[in-house]
């Protein structure tokens, strides 16, 4: 079975400051597909980033970047000069076969002014 | 606009009562999910389809059912709603089996 795991239920940083949100995986999937999702307090799950398994090229859109490790299973999601709009909880998520999904527990970022 | 639209986006009801949660997409999307949201738990999937008429469990289908008649819309029915399905749902499109998924703003359901 597919796993999702995010070690930090909650983090706080500091305006302009950068984070790394972490995230681990387990499955002997070899195609599949990764996802941070965010989740600001309108409930609303809006799509941060997308990577694919195959590319080894880590994905990036703006301030968001993530580290993709295939080997050791892991996905953490950088923001960098974090603002007060980034606070929210972030999900990471694995997708393999037809839209099967399997979501993290969260976790929880407040950027302080 | 293209967006995912779900009604109700708030209910309260009792134990035993028949209910639906509507879900309605407009970008012609192939794929519709159902997940619910439940605090620690992150979002977990409750029912999937790949197109009309089909339709398949995720991890969470008991107590559930769903019906794809058309493309568009993607019903969730709790025939009989027990207070352990209190919980924030959410539906989800997606154009293809590898393709994003774009998400509703949420119903969130109190069973008494």
């Known amino acids: 079975a597919q796993t999702v795991t995010q070690s930090q239920p909650e983090m706080s940083v500091q305006e302009a400051e950068t984070v790394t949100l972490s995230c681990t995986y387990d499955?002997?999937?070899?195609?599949?597909?990764l996802f941070w999702y965010k989740q600001p307090p309108s409930r609303q799950m809006i799509l941060v980033i997308r990577?694919?398994?195959?590319?080894?090229q880590n994905a990036t859109e703006n301030r968001f970047s993530v580290n993709f490790q295939k080997a050791a299973k892991s996905f953490s999601l950088k923001i960098s000069d974090s603002q007060l709009g980034d606070t929210a909880m972030y999900f990471c998520a694995f997708m393999w076969g037809a839209q099967k999904l399997v979501f993290g527990q969260g976790t929880r970022l407040t950027i302080n002014p | 606009e293209a967006q995912v639209t779900q009604n109700p986006r708030y209910l309260i009801t009792v134990t035993g009562k028949k209910l639906t949660v509507t879900c309605s997409q407009n970008m012609n999307h192939e794929y519709m999910s159902w997940y619910r949201q439940d605090p620690g738990l992150g979002l977990r999937q409750i029912y999937y389809s790949m197109n009309v008429e089909v339709t398949d469990k995720g991890d969470v289908p008991e107590g559930y059912k769903v019906s794809r008649k058309e493309k568009r819309n993607f019903p969730l029915i709790l025939e009989s709603p027990s207070p352990n399905q209190t919980s924030l749902y959410f539906c989800?499109?997606?154009?293809?089996?590898?393709?994003?998924?774009?998400f509703g703003p949420g119903t969130r359901l109190l069973v008494l």
């Open positions: 499955t002997s999937e070899s195609n599949y597909y």
């Open positions: 990577q694919e398994a195959y590319k080894q």
């Open positions: 989800a499109s997606s154009l293809s089996g590898t393709g994003t998924q774009y």
